[in-house]
């Protein structure tokens, strides 16, 4: 059999933080690194969360960066501000006066204030973004850490769990995945679901047991999690030295694993299928006429 053959660990390996560094608020109180790594890859969490941007957009950049300064707790941005409303102040009184020639430098000065506040407030919402994913106290469902399930006491039981938790995964992460990559996930689990249900009615063989817990605990969820830590632009487009991006490479790991639930399937159904062969042989050799016969 191929490589989901080999035995399994038993336990999960702890895996390494992401490489991104992520710029966290001070203070006593922020928030776990795994919640922190999930607002950032989630797109809906950025989009809602960059909605200050509609501030300076409509010509009041000085209140975006005071916002985020006070928030933030980032002098620099104070000081923007500052600046901003500065020079919000010294257009409207040029604008006020009676002069022609004041007159066009305010409304220059106003629009000028206004590109230039906005094209801030984008180059600086990305590192924003990363201020806030580290608040803590943030109410709503994109940020609220999933609850820790219980594991359960039946080895099989905390497969289809983990499962289940790796096709929820697949899903909720399916905008930064390769075209693909969440159907192979989904026909991964429609091998597995049933062959692990197939395994928890008769009771599972040691080596079969090795086997799943390859597949569901370390080969696939690996595979999805080292994707999703490379940056999507690298990930759909560098190409390493066998020539293939990480988003092909995905795609193909996710086929070799399809190919292998289905070998390690077909396996198990020819063990029970044997057994039966065998027990059958055995009753016939055992109530045969001459066996009876007193």
């Known amino acids: 059999m191929s490589e989901v053959a080999e035995r399994a660990p038993r336990s999960l390996r702890a895996r390494a933080g992401s490489s991104d560094a992520v710029v966290r608020r001070r203070g006593p109180a922020q928030a776990p690194p795994e919640v922190v790594s999930r607002r950032l890859r989630s797109r809906a969490w950025r989009a809602v969360n960059s909605w200050w941007l509609a501030i300076p957009a409509v010509g009041l950049p000085w209140l975006a960066f005071l916002y985020m300064g006070l928030r933030g707790r980032r002098p620099a941005w104070i000081a923007a501000a500052a600046g901003y409303f500065a020079s919000s102040g010294v257009s409207f009184a040029l604008l006020a006066g009676d002069a022609l020639l004041l007159n066009v430098l305010g409304l220059l000065l106003v629009f000028g204030t206004w590109g230039l506040g906005l094209v801030h407030s984008i180059m600086a919402n990305s590192r924003w973004l990363r201020i806030k994913a580290a608040f803590t106290g943030e109410v709503g469902a994109l940020e609220q850490a999933p609850p820790v399930p219980v594991e359960p006491a039946d080895p099989v039981q905390a497969l289809q769990a983990r499962l289940r938790g790796t096709v929820q995964r697949a899903n909720r992460a399916g905008g930064r995945l390769p075209d693909g990559a969440v159907p192979a996930v989904r026909e991964v689990e429609d091998v597995l679901r049933p062959l692990l249900a197939h395994v928890a009615r008769r009771g599972a063989q040691v080596e079969e047991m090795h086997n799943l817990e390859a597949i569901v605990t370390e080969y696939l969820p690996q595979a999805l999690e ?42 198990v159904y020819d063990h029970d299928a044997r057994l039966l062969s065998e027990q059958g042989r055995f009753l016939d050799a055992k109530f045969r006429r001459s066996d009876l016969d007193l």
């Not at 830590?229 to 399809?258: F, I, M, S």
């Open 226 to 267: 080292r994707y999703l830590d490379l940056p999507e632009d690298y990930a759909l487009h560098h190409r390493g030295p066998a020539g293939t991006t990480p988003a092909e490479e995905l795609v193909k790991q996710l086929g070799l694993l399809l190919e292998g639930a289905r070998e390690l399937q077909q396996a």
